[in-house]
């Protein structure tokens, strides 16, 4: 069987072209490599005290505009008109400025930033505080002094934040049904 000349070169092309395809593999994987584990990722306190005032500025609003407004405009008050619907939006609104306080603790804790450590005492109160208004509305007991002690530590914790360069101011939410 005459395999003729350009049977070697066949061959040859075939070795030539797999080892090709053999670099180019490992050329790729070692580029998938380094660009996967290579490539500087963002660090975990960029934007740290944007999302905590956010956090916080959320919270805020729920508490001001669905509790600390209607208590003040006394529609929690026995008689008041739609009373029940008024307490259990606020109740709502706190279950909800609860959660954006503890994310908003949880970043203060975990950031490096100095100021965030600061603050991470007083948002802890302030966690402490929609803890015990919390329990108070589950057991039908409200009582103004708990808005008030809870609106002490909202503001206590609202001006460390202003003096240390990051005011906290409402971020306006909607609450379905109000």
Request: hydrophobic residues 45%; aromatic residues 8%.
């Amino acid at each position: 069987m005459y395999a003729g000349p350009h049977a070697a070169t066949c061959n040859s092309t075939q070795v030539n072209v797999t080892s090709r395809h053999l670099r180019a593999a490992a050329l790729a994987a070692v580029v998938a490599f380094a660009l996967f584990f290579g490539v500087p990722r963002p660090a975990q306190a960029f934007l740290d005290k944007t999302r905590f005032v956010a956090h916080l500025g959320v919270a805020y609003f729920c508490f001001h505009h669905w509790v600390l407004k209607p208590y003040e405009e006394h529609r929690f008050d026995a008689g008041a008109p739609h009373r029940i619907s008024t307490i259990v939006k606020g109740g709502v609104a706190l279950l909800f400025a609860v959660h954006e306080v503890r994310v908003a603790e949880r970043i203060a804790h975990t950031s490096p930033d100095p100021l965030l450590h600061r603050l991470d005492g007083g948002v802890t109160a302030l966690i402490a505080s929609f803890a015990v208004i919390g329990t108070r509305f589950k057991n039908g007991q409200f009582s103004p002094d708990d808005v008030k002690g809870l609106e002490t530590a909202t503001s206590a914790v609202g001006a460390d934040a202003a003096a240390g360069g990051a005011p906290i101011k409402d971020v306006p939410v909607a609450v379905p049904g109000g």
